[in-house]
């Protein structure tokens, strides 16, 4: 005979898989509930919509072995590599197929998230992209409190390791209120950090010349200029965090422009 089968042998046919993939599972889960919770800790839970449920806050491993965290609370996402000190503020936009990218300030895409909770990371050794994984939850990426001998060991820091890479002196002083404090000691690490690879490169040595003192200052949005007697000035919005201070990427790029 063809044909379906009959409602009783599809049951007692669910009833002999679902016994068989307990079965199958009883070494590795400490205990099968039915078909469906077993699924469940299979693959996942699910929003209610259908998609993958990603977390706000995770690290993934991408496939070349780059561990990072990834903080979407805000209304800028935040990125920080294991093992680096910067953490990258990233705006959103939405893309075709429901997919949203991250964008950090100089409008390049870092990040691709699907609608379906896949993850592609952009980095300037795969300038195309790589998929990552899910490791686990994360830790939310937040400016710590610091006293003023916090902020001004974060600014020698920043200062020894300009003028490492420049081979002579180069000064960073900040002018705010308590409240910016940390976030005047992240800019300071972060001008650095531009400024030791710009170091590397043969073509921004006048650039860097021009240089003589790095001075951090409040103000109502996050930029980067070379005033007078060779000052380069950070500005942060301390009310935006960790997302109102230049990226290193940035202070590069505007460093450049000094020729």
Same mark, same amino acid.
């Given at each position: 005979? *063809?044909?379906?089968?009959?409602?009783?042998?599809?049951?007692?046919?669910?009833?002999?898989?679902?016994?068989?993939?307990?079965?199958?599972?009883?070494?590795?889960?400490?205990?099968?509930?039915g078909p469906v919770?077993?699924?469940?800790?299979? /693959?996942?839970?699910?929003?209610? !919509?259908?998609?993958?449920?990603?977390? *706000?806050?995770?690290?993934?491993?991408?496939? !070349? &072995?780059?561990? /990072? +965290?990834?903080?979407?609370?805000?209304?800028?996402a935040l990125l920080? /590599?294991?093992?680096? /000190?910067?953490?990258?503020?990233?705006?959103?936009?939405?893309? =075709?197929?429901?997919? *949203?990218?991250?964008?950090?300030?100089?409008?390049? =895409?870092?990040?691709?998230? +699907?609608?379906? &909770? &896949?993850?592609?990371?952009? %980095?300037?050794?795969? =300038?195309?992209?790589?998929?990552?994984?899910?490791?686990?939850?994360?830790? =939310?990426?937040?400016?710590?409190?610091?006293?003023?001998?916090?902020?001004?060991?974060?600014? %020698?820091?920043?200062?020894?390791?300009?003028?490492?890479?420049?081979?002579?002196?180069?000064?960073?002083?900040?002018?705010?209120?308590? +409240?910016?404090?940390?976030?005047?000691? !992240?800019?300071?690490?972060? %001008?650095?950090?531009?400024?030791?690879?710009?170091?590397?490169?043969?073509?921004?040595?006048?650039?860097?010349?021009?240089?003589?003192?790095?001075?951090?200052?409040?103000?109502?949005?996050? &930029?980067?200029?070379?005033?007078? !007697?060779?000052?380069?000035?950070? %500005?942060?919005? +301390?009310?935006?965090?960790?997302?109102?201070?230049?990226?290193?990427?940035?202070?590069?790029?505007?460093?450049?422009?000094?020729?």
């Amino acid at each position: 005979m *063809t044909g379906e089968p009959r409602a009783s042998a599809r049951t007692s046919s669910a009833a002999i898989l679902a016994a068989g993939l307990c079965l199958a599972l009883a070494a590795s889960l400490p205990a099968c509930a039915g078909p469906v919770a077993s699924l469940q800790g299979l /693959f996942g839970h699910h929003a209610k !919509d259908g998609r993958d449920a990603a977390p *706000t806050i995770g690290r993934y491993v991408s496939e !070349d &072995g780059d561990v /990072f +965290t990834l903080d979407r609370t805000g209304a800028k996402a935040l990125l920080k /590599f294991d093992g680096a /000190f910067e953490v990258w503020a990233l705006q959103p936009q939405q893309a =075709p197929r429901g997919d *949203t990218i991250y964008k950090n300030d100089l409008g390049e =895409p870092v990040v691709r998230a +699907t609608r379906l &909770g &896949g993850i592609t990371i952009f %980095t300037e050794h795969r =300038p195309d992209g790589e998929a990552a994984a899910l490791a686990g939850p994360g830790q =939310p990426l937040r400016l710590p409190i610091m006293g003023s001998q916090a902020v001004l060991e974060r600014l %020698t820091q920043a200062s020894f390791r300009a003028s490492h890479a420049l081979r002579r002196l180069v000064r960073f002083e900040a002018e705010g209120s308590a +409240t910016s404090s940390a976030l005047m000691a !992240d800019a300071a690490l972060v %001008t650095s950090e531009a400024m030791v690879r710009l170091a590397k490169r043969g073509d921004a040595r006048k650039v860097l010349d021009k240089i003589v003192v790095v001075h951090l200052i409040e103000g109502r949005r996050a &930029g980067v200029d070379l005033v007078s !007697d060779g000052v380069l000035q950070i %500005t942060v919005a +301390t009310p935006q965090g960790l997302a109102g201070r230049p990226s290193s990427d940035r202070i590069q790029q505007v460093a450049q422009g000094f020729r």
